[in-house]
């Protein structure tokens, strides 16, 4: 109980310290919010999305779950894309992976963790299609990384490949949408650079033609 009314009265201190600083702080922030970013990142409690790119509440639009996946039958996902890209029009899309992820440490090894094996299935498809490249990397950790890696590029065009995205891109070039992986060890974001913001960069078979459906 020590920690749980711990944050209750963290929460007041910030709430004092936010007012002291600017009196208005939160009325304006309750006439609504117009964030240029929505975030794709996994729910590791060491990946705090607004801190670590020193982003103040209303700028941010989150979506988190284990390993930061973009699965195209996942509602909640849609539904987080849909609204960030359709009504708040955000110009970024950015998807966070991490370095040391547990999501893609589970996916590598062959143990059961129970129903989670459903949502780690997408992992390992992602290894499936780079079999090739990582299975040649005999340094277990340095195999991760590049997995980890290739995950977050991955669900950049998972993002790239849904009808949500297009028709942004066929009206305005926009979101871009970006892959970064941040290290736990250091601090740091590293941009995979493999910003996309058309569907040409992806292959032919997943280019939806413009306009909504006929
Ligand atoms: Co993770």
């Known amino acids: 109980m020590e920690l749980y009314n711990k944050l209750l009265q963290n929460n007041r201190e910030w709430v004092e310290r936010m007012i002291s600083s600017d009196p208005k702080y939160f009325s304006k922030l309750a006439e609504g919010q117009k964030p240029p970013l929505l975030w794709i990142g996994c729910a590791d409690s060491r990946v705090p999305a607004n801190e670590i790119i020193g982003a103040p509440p209303g700028e941010v639009f989150v979506h988190r779950n284990i390993a930061n996946m973009v699965v195209n039958t996942d509602m909640n996902m849609l539904s987080v894309l849909d609204y960030a890209v359709s009504i708040l029009n955000v110009q970024h899309v950015i998807v966070c992976g991490h370095y040391g992820c547990g ?31 990582l299975d040649d990397i005999h340094d277990i950790g340095k195999r991760e990384s590049r997995f980890i890696e290739l995950n977050i590029i991955e669900q950049v065009y998972n993002l790239g490949k849904t009808s949500i995205i297009q028709n942004s891109w066929s009206e305005s070039k926009s979101p871009f949408i970006h892959g970064w992986v941040y290290d736990i060890r250091n601090g740091l974001i590293k941009d995979l650079e493999v910003t ?3 569907n040409n960069d992806l292959l032919k078979i997943y280019q939806f033609e413009t306009g909504a459906v006929k």
């Open 103 to 133: 999501g893609i440490k589970a996916a590598m090894s062959n143990q059961q963790f129970g129903l989670i094996d459903n949502w780690i299935r997408h992992i390992k498809d992602v290894y499936r299609f780079h079999q090739k490249e």
């Open 196 to 198: 996309v913001n058309e």
